[in-house]
Structure formats: C-alpha cells, structure tokens
C-alpha cells in the first residue's frame, strides 16, 4: 500500500520541493497549508494570502491536492502568549522553537494523522534516522543551511512520524530542482525573521503588545551615558539603535569604540551598555539553562566532550555539561562564548548528532 504524506507547504521553495521530490519517489503526497497568524491580514507586511496562493499554484503544477488549515488559535495560545510573557520578564525567546515543537509536529502533526497520513514531511534542512530502535535528529549535508537548532524540542513520537527530504541536498541544488520543474516560485526570496513579524520593523510590533517604560542606559560602572525606551525591546549584544555615540577618554579625544547591550537590571528598569565588541562583560565561559529537552529521552553524559550552539549560525563551540539536575543543567565551554541571551536555546550536539537542548537562564562568568 502506498505510504500517504502530508507536506507543509508554505509557499516557499523549501517545501515546495520537498511535496516534488516524495511524489517523484512514489509517496500519496498531500499539501497542508497552515495559517497560523491572523491579526494582520490587511497589513503591508503580512504575506499569507500571497504565500497560500503560491502554494496552491504549486500543488497543481505537481499534481497533488492540498487543503488550507488554521492553526492561529493554537499558535497564539501555545507560541505568541510565550513569546509575550518572556519578552515582558527582559528575555529573547526564540518563538520559531516553540511554534516547531507546538505546532508544525503537534497541532499539525494531529490534523495530518486525520488525514490519514503515515508520516509528515517539512522542507527544513535537517535528517532523522532510526538507531535501534531510537530516532535521531541529524545536522543537514549543508551546514550553511542546517536547521537541526531548530527542531531539538522534538520528541521521539514526533521524530518518529518525521521527514526531512531536504537533509542531504544543497539550497544550490533546491531551486535548480525547482525551476527544472517549473515550480513557480522557483525564484521567491527566503522568509526571514519570527514567521508572524516577517520584514516588519520589531520594535513597531512589540509596541503593540508590551508597554514602553523608558529608563536609564549605564555603563557596569554606573556612568549614566543615555536613555532607553523599554527593556523589552533591547537583546544582549545588540549594537543598533541605542542612540548612544562613543565617548570621550581623558585627553578629550573621542573613542570609536561602539556600544553594546550588556546586561539588564530588571528591577531598577536599567540597561547595562559597555562600549567594544569583545568587552568582558560580554563573554561568558559558563552558562545556566533551564527547561531541558533531551531528545532521546536521557540526558548526555557529565564531562564528556561535545559541542554546543547558543544562537542560530553560529559555530559549534566545545563544552562540557558540568551539571545536570532535573530539567536545569550548566554548561563549560573551553572558549567563552559572545552574547549569551536569556531566553534564547543552547542546542547540544554530538558530532552530527542534534542531542537537544535548554533555555539559557544566564551566562556566567
């Protein structure tokens, strides 16, 4: 009998491709547009109902059917009210994390299965395979590309029931295949940014939801050096739109040095800004993380050598775990890591092996 897929399909050239290549290969392939943001339909910068109508083009140039389903209930109880809650508590969440574990391998995932689907398949650049009886998640063949930081809340369930058809092809290749077959939104440009912001300016969209509580802006040694709007709206490490140009040393000369985010004093309603990119204050060889997620179901191993990321491109980095307890750990790295973000996700890994991860607390020093 012929194995039934349903495909998220969203329009972009990913997934398009990835709903081609399953039914080249012989799969029931079926299309699932999911529209999991609603607030802005009219808005210049909201792009589902052009992404809806590439999708449908897509589907029919392929040969497959695909039906439209909205999850924007699901997605702002489960992933928006998250994302509020930590951007009000002064921390950067990482709501593409949350919105792959709720919804794209959960709400979706249930919709497919009533579908009667076998499996579902997505269009990021990652691979599963199946170990004894255990399910990993894998880096893609193109590294510039890999989007396994992305999906360590995965579960074996979710694993189980997964396909990335993307993880051993290149993005090269992707719109090579795409325009051979006519597909077309073979040229479409890459979406960028959180899916329900897209190109929009951030800190216009978050004013919407969180109140501005302007305070003061501070160096670690409490020189007062400006103004900031709300401590919601800045990240650590962040070097634009601070308003603040370089000071003076002692000769009066004026130092080029740019400023950074530092740090964020909660409760006095203060910015900790430090000027050079590779300010102490900035790097931390250790970390605390909380909300652990270990995808084979048991923690790593104390000690022993892997490598971690603890944002989105950047290069695996050696560590150690150094404590594990509960679902909080602390990890070491053998070089200090630039910017480490509360909220943000240190993802684990084991060579090609994505092990899981946890939601930076803090750097430490």
């Known amino acids: 009998m012929t194995k039934r897929v349903v495909v998220g399909m969203s329009g972009g050239v990913d997934s398009s491709v990835t709903a081609l290549l399953l039914k080249q290969q012989g799969y029931d392939v079926i299309g699932l ?8 339909d009219n808005d ?21 059917p695909i039906e439209a389903v909205n999850f924007s209930k699901e997605y702002k109880e489960r992933v928006f009210s998250e994302f509020l809650r930590e951007y009000q508590a002064g921390r950067t969440p990482n709501p593409d994390i949350l919105c792959n574990a709720e919804i794209k391998f959960k709400a979706f995932l249930d919709h497919a299965m009533q579908l009667g689907a076998d499996t579902i398949a997505t269009g990021h650049y990652a691979q599963v395979r199946e170990v004894d009886g255990l399910f990993q998640l894998l880096k893609a063949d193109d590294g510039s590309k890999d989007q ?50 897209g190109e929009r300016p951030f800190r216009e969209f978050l004013n919407r939801y969180l109140p501005t509580q302007p305070g003061e802006m501070l160096t670690p040694e409490g020189n007062i050096v400006g103004k900031h709007m709300g401590l919601s709206f800045y990240t650590i490490g962040q ?30 309603n203060r910015l900790i800004v430090v000027q050079g990119h590779d300010h102490p204050a900035l790097l931390a060889p250790r970390l605390t993380a909380l909300d652990s997620h270990w995808i084979s179901g048991t923690a790593p191993l104390l000690g022993h050598p892997y ?13 150690r775990l150094t404590r594990i307890s509960g679902d ?24 090609a092996i994505c092990l899981g991860g946890a939601i930076i607390e803090q750097g430490l020093v």
């Open 239 to 268: 070097r634009q739109g601070l308003g603040i140009g370089g000071t003076k040393d002692a000769s009066g000369e004026a130092s080029g040095e740019p400023w950074f985010v530092a740090g964020k004093d909660m409760a006095n």
């Open 44 to 64: 210049e910068y909201c792009s589902s109902r052009q992404d809806l109508l590439d999708a449908v083009s897509v589907a029919d140039t392929i040969g497959i």
């Open 148 to 197: 396994s930081y992305f999906l360590h809340r995965l579960n074996q369930t979710q694993l189980s029931h997964a396909m990335f058809p993307l993880g051993k092809i290149l993005k090269s290749q992707v719109r090579t295949i795409a325009e051979q077959h006519g597909l077309p939104n073979h040229a479409k440009k890459d979406s960028t940014g959180i899916c329900f912001i």
């Open 307 to 319: 490598a971690a990321k603890t944002r989105y491109r950047q290069a695996d980095a050696p560590c």
């Open 328 to 351: 909080s750990c602390e990890i070491a790295f053998d070089e200090a890591q630039w910017a480490v973000t509360p909220g943000q996700s240190v993802v684990v890994y084991d060579g």
């Open 33 to 40: 547009f999911m529209k999991n943001w609603e607030d802005d």
